[in-house]
């Protein structure tokens, strides 16, 4: 698949396809049509780039697939009130007129959520009791799951944003077309319906490169398992459903030819970009500004023609499906053979940390040592290195592990292996997750607590006395603070009797570094200051 993909980008790199790039926003109108980058993502999460795969552009339209999922997710199987289910407020069938156009269907409704008015209404559903704030970030981390690759890998252009506000009429006025049809879930007031539209705006300006939509195309090719980390994400009928529409209705007014001649579910958005989905083969991302009469890539589709060829329609959805033969049912072995990168390994080794799969962690660590040894380099200092690698927040596998509570995983990466506890980008420890979820663990908890205790021996080095831990976890229970000083040795040391912490031995407080448990020297900080007037302190020393 790699070659074909490599031939189909070189017949089509220096063809001149024409089209115009979209240029309704200023934003969008200022990119360089010149821009060309493919992506593909495979069962194993090894993920191919080509070109400009590497380049930042808004997801716009594509977005609209997602957004779909989403809300179908947040659906209640068993809810009582039935004006919930996403498809009471849009439908599912192709439109016949322009993604923009004031049609709706025979109920009131959008047609599908693909266009503009469908989508708009998506939105509308996610999150619909959430603050702005918390409605946008739920969109965001959950694309970044659907990559494999995490929330960083999914950026956001204010400036697209507030572009599209303010070239909105259109938006809104279908907006206010659908509430005048009583379309939305309840009746949305002014305010409230704006909200819907920003979140629109917001989610179509989001940003990805094509290697990051490749891999989002890929967890929908895989029933909604995400092959870059191995995450289940979508459930397997939303993502029938989602493929459904867009196969039908992806591609504007061009999505019955496209279906006819292609037979693939694909997207398009007016950044460029095509999300294509090779149903158990992979996903496809190919990104070219320049758009033909329809808003669809004309690159982009020139690219998906020569691939039609070149295979003789052998991708086609209706090829495979009458293809005679047997499903096919690989193993983990398999599996693990089809990982050709030691990035699609390390994503794979840092979600089966946080899940918990110990045998699978194994597995994964074994194969890495096999396969991605270096020259001179010994069987353990292998193993070290991979599992020292970070996705894109800098999250190692022990980052994961401690933060959920898994105290094998954590004994064997920080004991067995010795990887190093290493900082995300945010200057986060894996022990410094420990004492973040100490701190929302009920009391009562008492095997969470006896777990977590354990994983913070595994950190330290230490054997941690159960009443120092005790105190421990009841000051992570009161609301605390921490004094803001610039010189510690200005400020007096209470003693040891008064909150003994000497157990931890390389934790130190907010806002203070957090040292390595293989340090030799002492550590000292003032611990904290409780919020019923009374300050105590601790020495933290080794």
Not at 417 to 433: A, Y
Request: hydrophobic share 35%; glycine share 8%.
């Amino acid at each position: 698949m790699e070659e074909l993909i490599q031939d189909c980008y070189n017949d089509t790199k220096n063809l001149d396809t024409g089209g115009k790039v979209a240029d309704y926003i200023p934003q969008l109108a200022s990119v360089n049509p010149e821009l060309y980058g493919v992506a593909f993502c495979d069962k194993s999460g090894n993920i191919v780039g080509l070109g400009d795969c590497d380049k930042q552009f808004c997801l716009q339209s594509t977005v609209k697939p997602l957004n779909y999922c989403l809300a179908r997710l947040e659906e209640s199987a068993d809810s009582i009130d039935q004006n919930a289910l996403v498809h009471n407020h849009v439908g599912f069938e192709p439109s016949g007129v322009k993604f923009n156009a004031f049609v709706l269907n025979d109920q009131g409704l959008p047609h599908n959520p693909l266009i503009n008015s469908g989508a708009i209404m998506t939105a509308s559903l996610i999150g619909a009791q959430m603050e702005p704030s918390h409605r946008f970030q739920l969109v965001q981390h959950f694309i970044g799951r659907l990559s494999g690759l995490g929330e960083a890998a999914i950026g956001f252009d204010n400036s697209v944003y507030l572009s599209e506000k303010m070239h909105a009429d259109r938006n809104i006025s279908l907006a206010y077309y659908m509430r005048e049809n009583k379309a939305y879930q309840g009746n949305p007031t002014q305010s409230e319906l704006m909200e819907h539209l920003d979140l629109y705006f917001q989610t179509c300006s989001l940003t990805c490169n094509a290697k990051t939509m490749a891999a989002i195309a890929a967890t929908l090719a895989f029933h909604g398992k995400s092959p870059v980390s191995g995450e289940n994400i979508v459930r397997p009928e939303v993502v029938m459903d989602c493929l459904s529409i867009m196969y039908m209705c992806g591609m504007y007014d061009f999505s019955g030819q496209f279906a006819f001649h292609v037979g693939l579910p694909c997207k398009s958005g007016v950044s460029g970009a095509l999300l294509l989905v090779i149903p158990n083969v992979g996903g496809l991302c190919i990104w070219s500004p320049p758009l033909d009469s329809l808003g669809n890539s004309s690159k982009g589709l020139a690219f998906l023609n020569t691939l039609t060829v070149r295979t003789n329609s052998a991708l086609h959805i209706f090829r495979c499906a009458l293809k005679p033969g047997v499903v096919d049912e690989e193993g983990d072995e398999d599996e693990l053979a089809g990982i050709r990168s030691i990035d699609a390994l390390a994503m794979r080794l840092i979600h089966t940390s946080a899940t918990g799969d110990f045998e699978t962690f194994k597995k994964l660590t074994e194969f890495g040592a096999n396969t991605f040894s270096k020259p001179n380099e010994n069987r353990q200092e292998t193993i070290k290195r991979i599992l020292e690698i970070g996705d894109y927040d800098k999250r190692t596998s022990l980052h994961l592990a401690a933060a959920e509570g898994h105290a094998d995983i954590v004994y064997f990466l920080s004991v067995e292996v010795k990887v190093d506890q290493k900082q995300d980008r945010w200057g986060v420890t894996p022990l410094h997750e420990v004492r973040k979820h100490v701190k929302q663990i009920k009391r009562s908890d008492r095997e969470a607590l006896r777990n977590y205790k354990q994983i913070m021996e595994h950190l330290s080095g230490k054997v941690i006395d159960d009443k120092q831990f005790e105190a421990f976890v009841k000051q992570g229970h009161e609301k605390v603070h921490t004094k803001s000083f610039k010189d510690s040795s200005q400020h007096s040391i209470a003693s040891t009797d008064d909150y003994n912490m000497s157990f931890v031995p390389s934790l130190s407080l907010h806002g203070m570094q957090f040292g390595s448990s293989t340090s030799q020297e002492p550590v000292k900080a003032i611990a904290v200051e409780s919020t019923h007037s009374i300050s105590k302190a601790a020495v933290l020393e080794t």
